[in-house]
């Protein structure tokens, strides 16, 4: 098994531009998390998808940010406008059932700097 | 609210000696599990070993094993035998009562083996 997948591994863009990060979770895998990671904040769940369905976006820190699922090998986080302090290490984690307690698989992240 | 400490932002331990990482966590759920992640330089994010709050033994995993103490909410991840690949963050997580994955994880503990 290939493992969940990011693309870009790096981004570097300036202050205003759109961004959008992707992923490819695990074959199977009906649960996908996308996280962020900062030195300031540590390690925090953005949003997660059940069946490719929204089902928390409480960690989305504004409207700039916005993720989607259209299938279920496919998710994108979009940043639009981006800010420098939108840099940080972004992870997409999926997981093959939603119950709880049960690990999840993270990709190795994309590193988004905005400048 | 949930939450998890890792009072160790450093440790240094010499070469195949145990090393324990110490974790609490603070929930007043009755069914949760806590997760040990390992995150290399390079990046990603490894699962390591998972503990459910009903589980009466600890939980074990190779070179891994998770000293579980439920009445003082604590987890504590022990690695015996230490090796020079184990230099990395290490960060203690447990699952949300809210459902599925959505662990909140703790600030991290780096972890260096000295030869």
């Known amino acids: 098994d290939a493992g969940v997948i990011q693309s870009p591994r790096h981004e570097v863009t300036e202050m205003g531009q759109e961004v959008t990060l992707r992923c490819k979770p695990i074959s199977g895998h009906n649960s996908l998390f996308w996280y962020r990671q900062t030195m300031m904040r540590g390690l925090e769940l953005l949003i997660y998808f059940n069946n490719n369905v929204p089902i928390d976006d409480s960690g989305m820190p504004e409207d700039r940010f916005s993720a989607k699922m259209p299938n279920a090998s496919f998710s994108t986080l979009k940043i639009q406008p981006s800010e420098p302090r939108d840099s940080a290490v972004y992870f997409c984690a999926s997981s093959p059932t939603s119950k709880r307690n049960t690990e999840a698989f993270f990709g190795q992240g994309t590193r988004l700097t905005v400048v | 609210a949930q939450k998890i400490t890792q009072t160790q932002p450093g440790m240094f331990v010499q070469e195949k000696e145990a090393v324990t990482l110490d974790c609490t966590y603070d929930?007043?759920?009755?069914?949760?599990?806590l997760f040990w992640y390992k995150q290399p330089s390079s990046g990603e994010m490894i699962f390591l070993i998972y503990?459910?709050?009903?589980?009466?033994q600890n939980a074990t995993e190779g070179r891994y094993s998770l000293n579980f103490q439920k009445a003082r909410k604590s987890a504590n991840l022990v690695i015996s035998a230490s090796q020079l690949g184990d230099s990395a963050m290490y960060f203690c997580?447990?699952?949300?009562?809210?459902?599925?994955?959505?662990?909140?994880f703790g600030q991290g503990t780096r972890l260096t083996i000295n030869p």
């Open positions: 929930t007043s759920d009755q069914s949760y599990g």
């Open positions: 503990q459910g709050s009903y589980d009466e």
């Open positions: 997580a447990m699952s949300s009562p809210q459902g599925a994955q959505k662990l909140v």
